[in-house]
Antibody, heavy 124, light 111 residues
Framework: QVQLVQSGAEVKKPGASVKLSCKASGYIFTSYHIYWVRQAPGQGLEWMAIINPRGGSISYAQKLQGRVTLTRDTSTNTVYMELSSLTSEDTAVYYC?????????????????WGRGTLVTVSS | QSALTQPASVSGSPGQSITISCTGTSSDVGGHNYVSWYQQHPGKAPKLMIFDVSKRPSGVSTRFSGSKSGNAASLTISGLQPEDEAEYYCSSYTAGSALFVFGTGTKVTVL
């Protein structure tokens, strides 16, 4: 079954870091880029970062530069997203999503497969 | 990078057609054909409805169609059904360092 399975909900204190996982299955992990997108309560979608699991190249949204780090483990088909220096404004559901282009190292710039999301709550 | 502009809400009766607009700039919507649309029901992950301006993924109803003119893209839902009630977001690749931008979102209500 083609899917992205995300890790469970997290509660963190301001200033802490959080590391979320996104495990791919049912397709060739290195053939599709993975994005991270977040959604604050009652708000819209915000693109955060993208990683090419094949070569490891990464791009981050300017707003989050320096606070977000993507890594991947090709042995377990998993992408990790770490966000540091958390504030209440980072409270959101964090989604990983797959780029729709099926040719390795190319981008379709759309998300054809989504994880169910991980709720991160930042509260003192 | 500013979000793409969408109307906050659009409504229609069952069977009617509605259109949701998505306005950007020549750096995003107007400059590329990488416009996509997503449907999101409450508490659920978004679902891809349209990509590359007007292409429909397998399994998405033909009642959903997309188009673009200049710096504005549109999603049309024809034969509106109760299950179409949801939030809809457009998105686009954008030139420059931002790379990607979403729309502000539109709440579709089926009356």
């Amino acid at each position: 079954q083609v899917q992205l399975v995300q890790s469970g909900a997290e509660v963190k204190k301001p200033g802490a870091s959080v590391k979320l996982s996104c495990k791919a299955s049912g397709y060739i992990f290195t053939s599709y880029h993975i994005y991270w997108v977040r959604q604050a309560p009652g708000q819209g979608l915000e693109w955060m970062a993208i990683i090419n699991p094949r070569g490891g190249s990464i791009s981050y949204a300017q707003k989050l530069q320096g606070r977000v780090t993507l890594t991947r483990d090709t042995s377990t088909n998993t992408v990790y997203m770490e966000l540091s220096s958390l504030t209440s404004e980072d409270t959101a559901v964090y989604y990983c999503a797959r780029d729709g282009a099926s040719v390795a190292d190319t981008l379709g710039w759309y998300f054809d497969l989504w994880g169910r999301g991980t709720l991160v709550t930042v509260s003192s | 990078q500013s979000a793409l502009t969408q109307p906050a809400s659009v409504s229609g009766s069952p069977g009617q057609s509605i259109t949701i607009s998505c306005t950007g700039t020549s750096s995003d919507v107007g400059g590329h054909n990488y416009v996509s649309w997503y449907q999101q029901h409450p508490g659920k992950a978004p679902k891809l409805m349209i990509f590359d301006v007007s292409k429909r993924p397998s399994g998405v109803s033909t009642r959903f169609s997309g188009s673009k003119s200049g710096n504005a893209a549109s999603l049309t839902i024809s034969g509106l059904q109760p299950e179409d009630e949801a939030e809809y977001y457009c998105s686009s690749y954008t030139a420059g360092s931002a790379l990607f931008v979403f729309g502000t979102g539109t709440k579709v209500t089926v009356l």
